[in-house]
């Protein structure tokens, strides 16, 4: 049977979402059998032999339910080759260097010894949700920084990497 793959991911506005549909889509096509799911709508990680994680970044954190995943399957996670991802500078920085985790999620890498973490750039469009979201709109400050060839990339090698073991 082939590896399989949970992608887990926060969300608020959809854009980690359409990353983290991205990542399973790549590990498929490595030969893998690989699902995105809200974090929130996984009860149980038993099914899976590797887990990837990913959250929107809000106010320094990543999305709650993403911080509530690890927690809540900290165990099982820390059994399994696992990988995390953030989604949020609404800008290019993502793209010209590595961007390190805000401090809670290099806690939980450290606490599950996760095997890497990437910052990915950010997404706000109109219509998302919220007054603060509202107003970076207004300042004209939204806009797609998601890069998905550096998406693809880092799913592959994690397809690379699961299909070595
Ligand atoms: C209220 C608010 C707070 C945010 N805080 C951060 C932040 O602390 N760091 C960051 O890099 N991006 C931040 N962002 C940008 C979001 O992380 C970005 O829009 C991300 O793509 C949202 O993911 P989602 O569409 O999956 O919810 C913030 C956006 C909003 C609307």
New binding site residues.
Partial sequence: MPTNVLVA???????????AETIAGVLRKEGLTAEAVPAGAVPDVAAYDAVVVG???????W?KAARRFVRHHGKALAERPLWFF?????DPSASERD?PP?PGVKKAMDRLDAAEHV?F????REG???W??RM?LRDGK?GD??DFERIEAWAAKIGHELTLV
């Fill in positions: 991911y926060g969300t608020t506005n959809g854009s980690t979402a359409e990353i959250g929107g970044l809000y106010a320094g954190h999305h953030s989604s949020g500078p609404l961007i805000v910052t750039g950010g997404c706000l998302a949700k919220g603060v979201a970076i939204g920084f998601r």
